[in-house]
């Protein structure tokens, strides 16, 4: 299976330092008894590969998740668990739903997590700490919970938090969208797991040392997508509140179709005909019945023929867990969560547009990207990004604005007077660029500057415990005040000189020319679907 490593992925590979195991601390979780390992150099302990649902097999794939059956016995968490069936991205050089309009070992059996603590040498758990739950990103098609390593927060936050780390079913497992599928099934399948990881957090962590009143959510990318998503869920009323503070690192908006619109059915028609179920009665039987390695195939062969830098399998508007299109109920600031800091980078969108095609005008590019625009929202695109560079130059920034960094100022709207934007700009300030800041793993970022990592990645972790980067874990960082956002009010700009590469990190405008293209996206959220 070809998988695309692009930034967007934000494959930090980590290789993990060797652990040394002089005790095992074992915990109850009713379900099951699991063991973890103790990193005595560090005294950070991790509990691996913990089941939150039951395996999403047979009768149970495309259903939301349930919870895990009962096991005997000491279960290990000692290794990573094996990832979500993956998926890569689009590579088409045109929109083919436009045209068609009117491995490390991959499993279905994946729904786990990782959670790390710091503790004592024989990994006693805290008491009431101040918990982030991750969510990977990937596009929604790829992505795993071994790609990031915990210890590096807790590092960070100098010992005051604990670290959950999720895994979600991806692609057409997770997001089959389809009106037999809302009849038979759940969508939005992987949002809804993360729903359930988030809910086993808030019954179970106390028991790893996690205050569940404190917990933060944050993610990249999809992940940062996902927490939108879950921003928004049940219009606002999530029961019991599952996070109290959301983190985005590059806030994902795809379209996101109402579940039964013409995209959605067409995505849903393909994965019937590539798995030959088109000539039964039940298509849902059918899909359910087929191998993992039948549906893997349609997976792949699928988003690979999407438009080159797109998603195709991504939430949809279900009218349960996502009552509506997502920038309408940040409008209307029907929101979950107590406080919010969002990220985003320079250059967004450029991972995202083949950057060998040049012939392409601003206009044309919104009407392969956004399907339902006609000639006059392409043109008033055309005339919003004429004067921003190259032509490839303003289809990058079409594409990172309207699907990144515009859905960004939208949900710091939604938070007034208790949210903060950063803008990650360390050349060449491309997407997934600053993951390796807080998630270094055995990686050294190319910026290796110690005031700027500990400033970036601290104002995460004050965050999280604190719902205010200016309540500093180290107060000695050089990160100066930083002012809730209000529109046309200052954000933070993590940077550094050029030639000599020192650090800066101050207050910056934001600019009322993007904020105006943003307000043009936002208007026509109904043909761009989000």
Known sequence: MLLLRLP?????????????????????????????????????????????????????????????VNVTGVQQAT??????????????????????????????????????????????PPQNLPTLVWIHGGGYLAGSASTFNGEDIIRQSNHEVVVVIIQYRLGV??????????????????????????????QHITKFGGDPSKVTIWGESAGAGSVLQHVVANGGKTQP????????????LPSQYQFNDRVPELLFSEVVAQTNCSSTTDAMTCLRAASATALEAANTNINIGGFFGTFLFVPVVDGTFITQRPT???????????????????????????????????????????????????????????????????VSAIQGESIFICPTYYMLSAFPGR??????????????????????????????????????????????????????????????????????????????????GLPVVQPITTSSALLTRCQFWESVGNLTAQ
């Not at 089941?51 to 495309?62: E, N």
């Not at 890569?88 to 603590?117: K, W």
């Not at 919104?366 to 005339?383: C, G, I, K």
């Open 328 to 394: 309408l109920s940040l409008m209307q600031r029907k929101v979950n969560g107590q406080a919010l800091l969002t990220v985003t980078n320079t250059f967004e969108g450029t991972a995202f547009v083949n950057q060998s095609v040049t012939a392409v005008t601003a206009a044309q590019y919104s009407l392969e990207l956004f399907p339902d625009f006609t000639a006059a929202q392409a043109n008033t695109v055309e005339t919003l990004y004429s004067g921003l560079g190259t032509e490839l130059f303003q």
């Open 79 to 124: 290794a990573q668990p094996n990832e979500c069936f993956q998926a890569p991205t689009g590579l088409s050089p045109t929109n083919p739903l436009e045209s068609r309009a009117t491995e490390i070992i991959a499993t279905e059996d994946c729904l786990f997590l990782n959670v790390y603590y710091p503790s004592d040498a024989v990994g006693t």
């Open 173 to 202: 497992f997770g997001f089959l969208p389809g009106t037999a599928v809302k009849a038979n099934g759940a969508l939005n399948a992987g949002l809804l797991d993360q729903d359930s990881a988030m809910r086993w957090v808030n």
């Open 419 to 500: 949210s903060f934007k950063g803008e990650f700009a360390i050349p060449p300030g491309l997407h997934g660029n600053d993951v390796v800041y807080y998630f270094p793993g055995t990686s050294t970022p190319p910026f290796n500057n110690t005031a700027f990592i500990d400033a970036f990645a601290q104002s995460f972790t004050s965050f999280i415990i604190n719902q205010n980067p200016n309540i500093k874990v180290d107060p000695t960082t050089i990160t100066p005040l930083w002012n809730a956002f209000a529109v046309g009010d200052t954000e933070m700009l993590f940077n550094q000189t050029a030639p000599n």
């Open 241 to 252: 509140q599952l996070f109290r503070g959301a983190i985005t690192s590059s806030t994902f």
């Open 8 to 68: 967007f992925f934000s494959t930090v590979l980590l290789a993990f330092s060797v652990v040394r195991a002089q005790s095992s601390p074992l915990i109850d979780l009713g379900y099951a008894q699991y063991q973890g390992l103790v990193d005595t150099t560090k005294n950070i302990t991790q509990f691996l590969g913990v089941r939150y649902a039951a395996a999403p097999l047979g009768d149970l794939r495309f259903r939301a998740p349930q919870p895990p």
